[in-house]
């Protein structure tokens, strides 16, 4: 599925400055900024008649990455008194169904609000490893099993979005089962390995990853090595979607509604599939 | 342009005990509330290959509603102590380009995360009057307005978003010119009128309003008429919305990408148009 063509939106002189400083650090990061117009000549329409919503409900419930601040959400107005309703939200940005933006993890990424729209819809590949999972929660997405995926359903698009369904959005319900934290403090989920990374960055062209578990990286891991790889080439993560299960493998649209915050390391995200 | 097909998510059985409470209210309520089966089984194809960015970036300096919490990104993890980055994020729900959720003016409104899929991903309606609100700052959508643009594209598809391009949007870079108060302290910027609100109640099928300006009321409104009219009957607004001018006026699929948290009001919200 060729690209759709991406008009702009209206961006200040400071933040284009920001970009065009980040957009020169690198060949992998001016590749993600390269301008989309000969794409556009060419591109293809994309097409739907279903959509999906691949986000939970964030609330005072969901289950954090641990040592995260809590969730809070505060009425200030009221409709007997004030004649509306309306709160004050007050989080940490990495709650509920959200993104990873490069500069979580690279101090010279890109901020939430400098991804390009080109990167946020994109086609979506759906890696299920849900059997596995069950099996093994420690479980992670290898390159055999997106090897697998492309014998399947032919090579992994360009731009494309590659998101594990691992059968871990039906426990986001409970912390407890949703950590799956075991009597050493240790928790057991399944995410991405390295080594599937390396592929998507090396033989590749991707925009970003997406897991429905807490992390990109597997429960276990300590030292984050998908999110310290990935970030840095200003590709995005999706931590916590919902629903991955429900939609096809191969040929929906991803539509990431990041929030557009200046300077925000991600947040949380609605997201779509459309197919 | 017929609907597509929703798959909507799993929700708590709080979630849909909630919903069946609220769509029990009344006739426009349950409207909205009805099950899309039989539309889906006639449903055709959406298709874009444009897609345009219609968020405002959303920072300290985004002018907001007089009286507003100010909006507030504080990092609390960095770089160089931590090995990542990230912020604590405090702000008033309906700041930079958001949601007013029914419930932000109807005590028995929809919140938020409850408003379905299927009018979050909808045909946009693009009503020009920048014309005229370059004359007239108080200037508001009327229903021959709307007449106009039906005569010129066809009837307003069922379901649509009707959005307000009045040219405020390149104001929003400054406090001063977006909220264009008078020495008075009014404010002076377009919206919607409530006869037109009316006629698209009455006379048409719409899942919700947008407009470029601060308010979905004009600015010197002290009454809120256009709010306390639309939201009871569970449609929403978007407030603050950018570039419509870049947007077909008929023809483009609006994706709200609504923030998805429990007893919300609203909230900023990505939004796209894909044609």
Redesign the interface.
């Known amino acids: 599925m060729c690209p ?9 002189p400071e ?1 284009s400055r920001r970009n065009l400083l980040k957009f020169g650090l690198g060949a992998a990061v001016a590749a993600v900024a390269a301008p989309l117009t000969a794409e556009a000549a060419t ?18 419930q969901f289950p954090l990455f641990p040592g995260a ?1 809590p969730f809070q ?1 505060t ?2 107005v009221f ?1 007997e008194r004030d ?12 709650s ?2 959200h993104m990873d933006a490069p ?3 690279a ?1 010279n990424g890109l901020f939430v ?1 400098q991804i390009p ?2 990167s ?2 994109v086609p979506a590949v759906v890696i299920n490893i849900s059997e596995r999972a069950a099996r093994d929660p420690d479980t992670v997405v290898t390159p055999d099993d997106i090897r697998a995926w492309e014998r399947r359903y032919g090579r992994i698009p360009n731009n494309a979005a590659v998101l594990m369904a691992s059968g871990w959005g ?1 426990r986001a ?1 409970s912390v407890e089962l949703f950590r799956n934290t075991d009597s050493s403090g240790v928790m057991h989920f399944p995410g991405f390995g390295k080594d599937a990374i390396d592929f998507l960055l090396t033989e590749r062209s991707i925009s970003g990853i997406g897991v429905d578990t807490l992390s990109l990286d597997h429960g276990p891991s300590t030292t ?1 090595a998908v ?1 310290y790889t990935l970030l840095p080439t200003n590709r995005w993560g999706l931590e916590n979607l ?2 991955l299960e ?2 096809p493998p191969s040929g929906a649209t991803l ?18 599939a ?1 197919w």
């Open positions: 759709p063509r991406f008009i702009e939106s209206i961006q200040s933040i591109a293809t329409r994309a097409s739907f008649r279903n959509v999906a919503d691949l986000t939970h409900l964030l609330g005072t601040a959400i009425p200030v409709h004649g509306y309703y309306g709160s004050i939200l007050n989080y940490w940005e990495h509920g169904t500069v979580h993890f101090p609000d729209v080109s946020l819809v039906a319900h984050f999110h919902a629903n429900s939609i539509v990431v509604g990041a929030p557009k915050i200046a300077a925000g390391s991600g947040g949380p995200s609605r997201v779509f459309l």
